[in-house]
């Protein structure tokens, strides 16, 4: 399973109107073993699919954190 699948698939765990992080939806040990490059992949990919694919009815975009990270809130 990739960790777009997975991410996905958390989704269903977080409230209505819940303000989240991709990384959010990893055990920290998971998130921190993933490369710099794949975590960057994986928010581009996940950010994707939030605007023009299979999350558009589930998730939509929020702000950018202080630390420019992508937050999403989850519908």
């Known amino acids: 399973m ?5 991410a996905i698939q958390e989704i269903s765990h977080l409230s209505t109107g819940e303000e989240f992080l991709v990384k959010d939806l990893f055990k920290g040990y998971e998130w ?3 490369a ?3 975590r960057r992949t994986l928010g581009s990919l996940f950010l994707n699919a939030v ?3 299979a999350l558009q009815s589930q998730v939509k975009v929020a702000k950018k ?8 809130i989850k519908l």
């Open 2 to 6: 990739n960790y777009l699948e997975i």
């Open 32 to 34: 921190n073993r993933l």
């Open 36 to 38: 710099i490059g794949d």
């Open 51 to 53: 605007k023009n694919g």
């Open 65 to 72: 954190s202080s630390a420019n990270q992508q937050i999403y």
